[in-house]
């Protein structure tokens, strides 16, 4: 039993290598297909002719497709994504100082809507039809279908310029501004291993309005999810014998039927979880949180190709590493997938 | 209609009772009108599917959907009235006085869970036991169902082990509080041909060994005749007839004669089996 758990574990840790074979040979085809020279992208559009011939034949250009794309391979094992054009560091340099912002407000978006999801799904299952039940579903309609820029906005207008109880747009005060030296890059625990709480509270403070309404984006999918998973798991048998047993309704409904609903419900929190790190347009962009939402646009919108290739192998790496985490906590969780 | 010599006191006492299922489309009346008692023997209630006998059993333990409306003149079980039982009563009931074995162990075993843990978790429902004591219990038990390797059970999934080891789970678990009731809802039904004889036994022994009183539900009459002391034939939601099991064979009502008609015979060639005629008198209303 060991040595088959073992082997299947091989087999899903052989099948990460392809899948970034895979996603390296896409961005590649990505960069070759879009209608962005990248030679008049380093040189500008009035080069003399030498200069750009030049510049071909050192971004390699001239070569066919396959020695292309063996440089490319090359250079991002080595970690080497090119310059960016727009900020002229590194795509890596630029990629570690805007995901550390990103993961930070994901992370806590995530835990909210996990924790604050589940329950509500739990609870509007157990109570099916009461109007607990009503109301989680008229909230969770609210979060499907508020746009994002109306209550971020509306979130700025009353808890910011009216209340004044929480800071407007940015991930920090101005007295705070560049004061913790960054480690990780991520501001609230590089404030705790500096021991300054001031900076520590403030980075809080300011994460609370972009983590709380990604989370309740998030939630919103969550809780219908838990809720249609309950809901199934509640009318099966094994539920029916635990009531049989004389357990505890509390028992039944975590010990139980909760259990069971683990590995699609892990599917669709790191699914969601993903989607957050690949960093949030909107709310980024109103909060004025420099993530990796805003460097993708903004690098997208100024046809600046290495950048935007750069920050597209990172999201599918992201996706890459949930998915593996995911497979392993089925394993964990459900011993019909060992 | 009630069988012969009950015993003064009846373990379990029905009478009249009806249960019903609204929808959006119309109330659905699955039991009307059933009356029965249990002693310290083995009944067993047969019927088609649909004929109301499942949800008789289930509603003697109140293990109804919260949709289902229940009345009865009488539903008791000892001096416990089950219609007004509170909750934390009916709990100690369910398991510790009656134990429910279900027909599919592959969907009425919890699939996450270890068998061991399952059982250990019904002990522990209604003995005080500390963990080691529950686990030594729980081993003892998978052996007395007859299980050859008990700790290779105990701590083997539900998926991992084959129908006729899972319903012996099953029954190990609901045996465990030791109840004086056991609803053994087609217990077989779901299990090959081969493994049915030996958890029918197996059943049987244990209900001897430990004095309980059995409620066999299934729609297999020879199997319910040979097993049981007495039989209730429901139909339509309501008991056609009840007789003591070897007098089967001289059922007087109509749909008895019918299903036991129906019945191939290995003796005696027939060419065509004949089928049942439904006389809608069978469910005149009865006081």
Redesign the interface.
């Known amino acids: 039993m060991l040595l088959a758990r073992l082997k299947s574990l091989a087999a899903t840790a052989a099948s990460i290598p392809i899948t970034l074979l895979g996603l390296a040979v896409v961005t590649f085809f990505i960069g070759r297909v879009v209608p962005i020279d990248p030679v008049l992208a380093v040189v500008g559009d009035r080069a003399p002719a030498d200069v750009v011939a030049r510049a071909r034949i050192e971004l390699g250009l001239d070569q066919p497709l396959y020695a292309q794309f063996w440089r490319y391979l090359t250079d991002i094992l080595s970690g080497n994504l090119g310059r960016s054009v727009m900020t002229s560091n590194t795509v890596w340099e630029d990629i570690a100082r805007y995901f550390p912002a990103t993961f930070e407000l994901a992370t806590l978006a995530i835990l909210i809507a996990a924790l604050l999801g589940i329950g509500l799904g739990v609870l509007a299952a157990t109570r099916q039809g009461s109007w607990v039940d009503q109301a989680v579903r008229v909230f969770c309609l609210a979060g499907h279908s508020l746009p994002v820029f109306v209550l971020a906005l509306v979130s700025l207008l009353v808890f910011y310029a009216w209340l004044g109880w929480l800071p407007g747009p940015g991930r920090q005060g101005i007295v705070f501004q560049d004061m913790v030296e960054p480690v990780t890059g991520i501001l609230t625990l590089d404030a705790l291993l500096a021991g300054d709480w001031p900076a520590f509270w403030d980075a809080v403070l300011h994460l609370i309005q972009p983590a709380g309404i990604l989370a309740f984006f998030s939630l919103a999918y969550i809780a219908r999810m838990t809720r249609a998973f309950m809901l199934a798991e509640l009318r099966?048998?094994?539920v029916?014998?635990?009531?049989?047993?004389?357990?505890?309704s509390m028992r039944i409904v975590w010990r139980?039927a909760f259990?069971?609903t683990?590995v699609p419900l892990v599917t669709v929190i790191f699914l969601t979880y993903a989607g957050l790190l690949e960093g949030a347009v909107l709310t980024e962009t109103i909060f004025g949180w420099p993530g990796l939402g805003q460097y993708l646009t903004v690098s997208l919108l100024n046809a600046d190709m290495n950048a935007v290739l750069g920050a597209t192998l990172v999201v599918g790496l992201i996706y890459v590493v949930l998915n593996l985490m995911a497979d392993l906590l089925y394993r964990l969780?459900?011993?019909?997938t060992r | 209609m009630s069988g012969p010599s009950l015993e003064s006191e009846p373990l379990v006492a029905v009478r009249n009772l009806h249960v019903e299922f609204p929808s959006a489309t119309g109330v659905t009346h699955a039991v009307r009108g059933v009356s029965f008692a249990i002693g310290r023997e083995k009944l067993g209630i047969v019927g088609e599917s649909g004929s109301g006998k499942s949800v008789t059993g289930r509603a003697l333990m109140r293990l109804l959907p919260g949709s289902a409306r229940m009345r009865a003149d009488v539903l008791r079980f000892g001096t416990t009235d089950i219609l007004q039982a509170g909750e934390r009563e009916m709990r100690a009931l369910r398991g510790g006085r009656i134990g429910l074995v279900l027909q599919d162990p592959k969907y009425s075993l919890n699939p996450v869970m270890t068998a061991g843990a399952q059982i250990a978790e019904a002990l522990r429902a209604h003995k005080r036991l500390g963990r080691r004591e529950a686990r030594d219990a729980a081993l003892a038990l998978l052996e007395s169902v007859r299980i050859r390797d008990p700790r290779r059970v105990h701590d083997a999934y539900p998926h991992e082990l084959s129908g006729g080891m899972g319903q012996r789970v099953m029954i190990a678990m609901m045996l465990a509080p030791d109840p004086e009731l056991l609803i053994a809802d087609e217990p077989t039904s779901a299990l090959d041909a081969s493994v049915q004889a030996e958890i029918l036994s197996l059943i049987e022994e244990q209900v001897d060994r430990r004095g309980m009183a059995l409620m066999l539900i299934s729609h297999d009459l020879p199997l319910v005749a040979r097993f049981c002391d007495r039989v209730a034939v429901m139909y339509a939601g309501q008991v056609m007839e009840e007789l003591p099991a070897a007098d089967l064979h001289q059922a007087r009502h109509a749909y008895t004669r019918g299903l036991l008609e129906c019945l191939p015979s290995l003796s005696e060639r027939r060419d065509r089996l004949p089928t049942l005629k439904r006389d809608p008198a069978w469910l005149a209303p009865r006081a």
């Open positions: 099966s048998e094994y029916t014998t635990a009531r049989a047993k004389g357990l505890s139980h259990r069971n683990a969780m459900d011993p019909r």
